[in-house]
């Protein structure tokens, strides 16, 4: 697994562009949420308890996030586990509801995104690497955590590795 700094910097390296990066502080929540919802219909029942896909997936990317920066996780899971509830909540609708819901945030977080990638002039960093597809989340809390002055060690050591993934 690369170092958090590494993984910034590539995902940084195509998000340069202001405009691009606050579309993806609308599109990258509403894609994830998107996909929870269908992923929320394929559940086993352990006991009295019901363990989704969605919940599988959940606390896979929090513990790899947890693997990457503590920190950062768990402000992460701050935000996935309303998220995880509500895609939960949305799916137990009905499927016409939940297949509504899905495709609203799903087409309009991509929407976003690639408005945000016309304006960058580079394409979505996932058509190189689809781990970055994981990345995208992570990557907005740092960006959160530096709006806040927070984590200027990992801001300087992406800011180190950044060239290696510009165009050439």
Do not use: C
């Not at 499927?95 to 995104?113: H, M, P, Y």
């Amino acid at each position: 697994m690369k170092p958090l700094a590494e993984q910034m910097a590539m995902y940084a390296a195509y998000h340069r562009n202001p405009r691009n990066r606050a579309t993806h502080f609308f599109g990258v929540p509403a894609i994830a949420f998107a996909i929870l919802i269908p992923m929320a219909w394929a559940s086993v029942t352990l006991g009295d308890a019901r363990i989704s896909l969605a919940m599988v997936f959940t606390a896979a990317v929090l513990l790899y996030y947890l693997a990457l920066d503590r920190p950062l996780a768990i402000a992460s899971a701050i935000l996935f586990i309303p998220m995880l509830m509500m895609a939960e909540w949305v799916a137990a609708q009905g499927t016409v509801t939940g297949l509504w819901t899905f495709a609203a945030f799903f087409v309009g977080g991509w929407v976003f995104q690639l408005v945000g990638h016309v304006w960058e002039g580079r394409k979505p960093a996932l058509l190189d690497n689809l781990m970055q597809i994981f990345v995208a989340p992570l990557f907005l809390m740092v960006e959160a955590a530096q709006m806040l002055g927070l984590r200027r060690d990992l801001q300087v050591a992406v800011a180190e590795r950044m060239p290696a993934y510009l165009p050439r």
